[in-house]
């Protein structure tokens, strides 16, 4: 598979105007399609600590598998699609691993971060995400949120408590209802995409769509769509500009070309002699 | 750092009321937590209903209804200086929470310990952060983000709570079909071409408006100069010139 053709990718990230350090971490790989993006939490630096472990062992347990196994392959634990069970379990071995240093060391008591993270093959996209981070999609001219957020709001909004222009008023945006490292057990929010070719994907922290308003997202990512390193930059500058009051961390997924698995038989002998 | 009401009657101050419960009921009869002993005023008029900082009102089938700041509603999400009518009476909306909070302060990610259903949270606890998993931990983030001198920060230095510029400014284009046209750059980001063809933007920002090119064979040019691949301020008058088409910007105050 050549995601080169298939997929460009640019991620940008920025302490913000406020903040004195940066608690997101981002990660991408072009071999299997992958992007991951953390928004950390935790007193001193144990925001960034739970956000680094949470990309890395996303990275290193997605990837390593699909060195040898085709990700439309069956899992044999789970039944599904080998990239499906890969997603879900990355991103639980990644809260194991964050609750454990948390437990362990004093100074990383309680820390967690979110994730939103989303990986292409066979012309679909398969995304994780656990708390406020949001993974959106432009088609054409529209701008759609992918993932519902895992916070207080987005929970009093679904229970028609408060309508989504009222929202952007709260004082409770901030309280997340689901984070990864927290307790010893995370249910990741896992779901299957089509992708087309002409989308645009981004991934974003919470300093992003807290700063700066969806209408004004969606037109950055339709003028700027043909230079995704600008759009990448004006996205984050448009934050800071309104404030920059965290954190903001950028992710953006241009579909280039179908990229669309060989279901040959040759393909399927290969993935039977690797195992 | 809770939330009040501010009872009055044509003005004058009545009674003040810290919206202390989760659910706190309006009306005539003695039992409501606010008690306006008027006839126009149902027996339980209206519920004010707390969820961390923020407050929701509800009419509950009162007779005479109520109004927000003019407007009759059934069900509100309250703002900080919201005036509820009910009758002759106002009630004042005041969330102090708002004005005291630095911006460092609230936009600071904080875990909801459990999926807790929206309505078990302790309305008393507003403010402080009993409710909160490592909150020691955040409070003292909290004084440690606060620095005496500002941040250091390698983008273009801007006051984090600076207002928004009132400058207003536009460009008129200056020949071909659309001559004599004038585009206001009202928005936060003005799309000069098509995207996936040609494109350049104007974005305002801060410090003043700035040109970009974005994609495209043509790069656009300013005052006879060609731009390179960073983003140009524009002055007063300037003259820019994209694909063929000359325009001018100009501040409009």
Redo the contacts between chains.
């Keep these: 598979m050549k995601f080169e053709d298939a997929l460009e990718i640019v991620a940008q990230t920025?302490?913000?105007?406020?903040?004195?350090h940066n608690e997101d971490s981002i990660a991408t790989d072009m071999v299997c399609g992958l992007v991951v993006l953390a928004?950390g939490?935790?007193?001193?630096n144990?925001g960034e600590v739970a956000s680094g472990i949470a990309v890395e062992v996303m990275v290193a347990e997605i990837t390593q598998p699909l060195k040898k196994f085709s990700p439309t392959k069956r899992d044999e634990e789970t039944g599904e699609e080998l990239a499906v069970a890969l997603l879900g379990r990355s991103i639980r071995k990644a809260n194991a691993s964050i609750y454990q240093a948390a437990q362990s060391q004093a100074q990383y008591?309680?820390?967690?971060t979110?994730i939103v993270s989303a990986l292409f093959y066979d012309n679909r996209m398969v995304v994780g995400h656990v708390?406020?981070s949001r993974l959106y999609r432009l088609r054409g001219e529209t701008l759609a949120s992918i993932t519902r957020d895992?916070s207080?709001l987005q929970?009093?909004i679904d229970?028609g408590?408060?309508?989504v222009e009222?929202a952007r008023?709260?004082?409770?945006?901030?309280?997340?209802?689901?984070?990864v490292g927290?307790d010893a057990e995370v249910i990741p929010e896992i779901h299957l995409h089509d992708v087309e070719v002409g989308d645009v994907y981004l991934l974003c922290s919470?300093?992003l769509n807290?700063m700066v308003e969806d209408e004004?997202i969606q037109?950055?990512l339709?003028?700027?769509?043909?230079?995704l390193a600008?759009a990448a930059e004006?996205l984050i500058?448009?934050a800071?500009?309104n404030?920059?009051?965290?954190n903001v961390s950028v992710i953006l997924v241009k579909v280039k070309q179908d990229f669309a698995q060989s279901h040959s038989w040759l393909a399927g002998l290969l993935d039977w002699f690797k195992e | 750092m809770t939330a009040k009401l501010i009872l009055s009657l044509d003005g004058v101050f009545i009674q003040e009321y810290p919206l202390s419960k989760d659910r706190m009921t309006i009306g005539r009869k003695p039992d409501n937590d606010i008690v306006i002993n008027n006839l126009a005023v149902s027996s339980q008029h209206a519920a004010i209903?707390t969820?961390?900082?923020?407050s929701?009102m509800e009419d509950l089938d009162s007779t005479n209804g109520l109004s927000v700041n003019g407007v009759p509603v059934k069900k509100h999400?309250l703002?900080n200086n919201d005036v509820i009518e009910i009758g002759k009476y106002t009630l004042k909306y005041m969330?102090e929470?708002?004005s005291k909070?630095s911006?460092?302060d609230?936009?600071?990610?904080?875990?909801?310990?459990?999926?807790?259903a929206?309505l078990k949270?302790q309305a008393e606890k507003s403010g402080d952060t009993g409710l909160?998993?490592?909150s020691?931990?955040?409070s003292?983030?909290k004084t440690?983000?606060q620095?005496e001198s500002p941040?250091q920060?390698d983008?273009v230095p801007?006051q984090?709570?600076a207002p928004r510029p009132v400058t207003l400014a536009a460009i008129q284009i200056l020949n071909g079909p659309n001559a004599g046209k004038e585009l206001d750059l009202v928005?936060?980001?003005t799309?000069l071409g098509k995207?996936?063809v040609q494109?350049a933007?104007l974005?305002r920002?801060?410090q003043g408006f700035f040109i970009?090119h974005?994609?495209?064979a043509n790069f656009p040019s300013v005052n006879g100069q060609v731009l390179g691949g960073q983003p140009r301020q524009l002055q007063d008058h300037d003259l820019i010139e994209l694909a063929g088409i000359k325009m001018e910007f100009y501040f409009k105050n």
């Design positions: 920025s302490s913000g105007m406020v903040r004195a928004d939490m935790g007193g001193y144990a008591a309680g820390m967690g979110t708390g406020d895992h207080l929970e009093q229970c408590m408060i309508s009222n008023h709260s004082q409770n945006k901030n309280l997340v209802t689901r984070a927290i919470d300093g807290d004004d037109a950055i339709y003028a700027m769509q043909g230079n600008l004006q500058q448009t800071n500009d404030g920059g009051r965290d | 209903i969820i961390g900082h923020d929701f999400f703002q969330n929470y708002v909070t911006a460092a609230f936009e600071k990610t904080m875990i909801l310990r459990a999926p807790v929206p949270v909160f998993q490592k020691h931990a955040d003292e983030v440690e983000e620095p941040p920060v983008a801007v984090a709570a928005k936060g980001l799309t995207p996936g494109v933007v974005t920002r801060p970009t974005v994609e495209g």
